[in-house]
């Protein structure tokens, strides 16, 4: 006896009347789905227009059912490779997700001497804290020899770092590769603990504006990343990042690197003694608008030498109020993160951490740390290839 189903046929013009039919549609049998049957080839025949759109119907919802079930699953628990979502109930502006686990924090040499905040288990920076509200400070030619030693190692370390971005690398394994390159000279990664940041520099990847954190995600092919690289050495820190494509981009995303780095430029350009730290916005905001990009009000660049984030606090958009004026011995950052897009805000992960546009449009941001000299300014972590 047949195991074959009985069921009605399902042609709309049955001439038999729709009995029960026995001839299965080879498609739907082929596919799985179940009940498609009809009385003969000829009632098949006729009706295979209507059939097929409601096949091809069938199959779409079956394929969303399907995707929705392996999103769901992930956001449950663990894929296959043991990767998972930490934040599976979190709403995302993009489509960029966080692959965890993150790895173990990796260690630091007893040897190698660490910033305060290093030894405290909040992170918490108590040199900048009694900082508060002090000027930005001018150093001395020695201070300013050792930042010079700090930027230098700092670029290095960043164009090793850049060597390395292509599609199937890990942003974890990005970061053991600073990791390593910073104590090789005997420095520290200035972001590893501070204020409890687990890793030592920040992978910040397509929509993300900032402070991205290494995890297990793979770069693919069309990303665009930020690699963040701060170091602290005899002292003194150092301060710079730079946005790169991963593989082949997009004219959007291309554009957009662009346009960071003109901002960037730009202002890097007015800097000199007695010019105004507000007016460093008035530089960058133009240059974005007129490429259809936003400038980030959230952050700032800032004031750096012995402290990590001292004053003075640096907005990147025009029509500030930030105080201050530039002289000669002054180290600080510019860092422009710039937005496709005309929206400027930002949303955070519940890392606490990782930054994002709130519409899921991509952001590029560049860093230098910068000297005011007595001729104008010095830009401590150049690279080979930059012309003021």
């Given at each position: 006896?047949?195991?074959?189903?009985v069921?009605?046929?399902?042609?709309?013009?049955?001439?038999?009347?729709?009995?029960?039919?026995?001839?299965?549609?080879?498609?739907?049998?082929?596919?799985?789905?179940?009940?498609?049957?009809?009385?003969?080839?000829?009632?098949?025949?006729?009706?295979?227009?209507?059939?097929?759109?409601?096949?091809?119907?069938?199959?779409?919802?079956?394929?969303?059912?399907k995707?929705?079930?392996?999103?769901?699953?992930?956001?449950?628990?663990p894929?296959?490779?043991?990767?998972?979502?930490?934040?599976?109930?979190?709403?995302?502006?993009?489509?960029?997700?966080?692959?965890?686990?993150?790895?173990?924090?990796?260690?630091?040499p007893?040897?190698?001497?660490?910033?305060?905040?290093?030894?405290?288990?909040?992170?918490?920076?108590?040199?900048?804290?009694?900082?508060?509200?002090?000027?930005?400070?001018?150093?001395?030619?020695?201070?300013?020899?050792?930042?010079?030693?700090?930027?230098?190692?700092?670029?290095?370390?960043?164009?090793?770092a850049?060597?390395?971005?292509?599609?199937?690398?890990t942003?974890?394994?990005?970061?053991?590769?600073?990791?390593q390159?910073?104590?090789?000279?005997?420095?520290?990664?200035?972001?590893?603990?501070?204020?409890?940041?687990?890793?030592?520099f920040c992978t910040s990847?397509?929509?993300?504006?900032?402070?991205?954190?290494?995890?297990?995600?793979?770069l693919?092919?069309?990303?665009?990343?930020?690699?963040?690289?701060?170091?602290?050495?005899?002292?003194?820190?150092?301060?710079?990042n730079?946005?790169?494509p991963?593989?082949?981009?997009?004219?959007?995303?291309?554009?957009?690197?662009?346009?960071?780095?003109?901002?960037?430029?730009?202002?890097?350009?007015?800097?000199?003694p007695?010019?105004?730290?507000?007016?460093?916005?008035?530089?960058?905001?133009?240059i974005?608008?007129?490429?259809?990009?936003?400038?980030?009000?959230?952050?700032?660049?800032?004031?750096?030498?012995?402290?990590?984030?001292?004053?003075?606090?640096?907005?990147?958009?025009?029509?500030?109020?930030?105080?201050?004026?530039?002289?000669?011995g002054?180290?600080?950052?510019?860092?422009?993160?710039?937005?496709?897009?005309?929206?400027?805000?930002?949303?955070?992960?519940?890392?606490?951490?990782?930054?994002?546009?709130?519409?899921?449009?991509r952001?590029?941001?560049f860093?230098?740390?910068?000297l005011?000299?007595?001729?104008?300014?010095?830009?401590?972590t150049?690279?080979?290839?930059?012309?003021?």
């Open positions: 006896m047949s195991s074959q189903p069921v009605l046929c399902q042609s709309t013009d049955c001439p038999q009347g729709n009995p029960p039919s026995r001839l299965e549609c080879p498609t739907c049998n082929k596919l799985g789905i179940r009940g498609s049957f009809f009385c003969g080839q000829e009632c098949f025949k006729a009706n295979w227009v209507p059939h097929s759109r409601s096949l091809i119907i069938e199959v779409t919802y079956q394929t969303c059912q995707t929705h079930k392996i999103i769901h699953d992930l956001a449950r628990g894929a296959p490779d043991g990767t998972f979502n930490p934040f599976p109930n979190y709403t995302y502006s993009g489509t960029l997700r966080p692959v965890y686990p993150i790895s173990p924090k990796r260690q630091v007893d040897h190698i001497p660490q910033p305060d905040y290093a030894e405290r288990d909040d992170g918490v920076p108590i040199s900048e804290m009694r900082a508060l509200g002090h000027p930005p400070r001018v150093l001395s030619p020695d201070e300013i020899e050792k930042m010079r030693t700090a930027c230098r190692m700092g670029r290095e370390v960043l164009d090793l850049a060597s390395h971005v292509r599609p199937g690398i942003t974890d394994e990005l970061d053991a590769i600073v990791h390159a910073i104590i090789d000279r005997n420095a520290y990664p200035s972001p590893l603990g501070y204020r409890k940041f687990p890793k030592s990847v397509n929509e993300v504006i900032c402070h991205g954190i290494p995890d297990q995600r793979k693919r092919d069309g990303d665009i990343i930020n690699l963040d690289i701060s170091l602290y050495y005899q002292g003194f820190h150092s301060d710079l730079a946005t790169y991963v593989g082949t981009v997009d004219e959007d995303s291309a554009k957009l690197i662009r346009t960071t780095r003109e901002c960037l430029d730009a202002a890097i350009r007015m800097c000199k007695g010019a105004l730290f507000r007016d460093i916005g008035k530089a960058i905001e133009p974005a608008k007129a490429n259809n990009c936003a400038v980030v009000r959230t952050y700032t660049g800032h004031g750096i030498n012995n402290l990590f984030h001292p004053a003075p606090n640096i907005p990147h958009y025009a029509k500030n109020k930030a105080v201050g004026t530039m002289k000669p002054m180290c600080f950052t510019i860092e422009p993160m710039i937005n496709l897009g005309t929206n400027w805000d930002t949303q955070h992960w519940d890392d606490s951490w990782t930054a994002t546009t709130i519409d899921g449009k952001s590029a941001q860093e230098e740390t910068l005011v000299t007595e001729a104008g300014v010095e830009v401590l150049a690279g080979k290839d930059f012309v003021l």
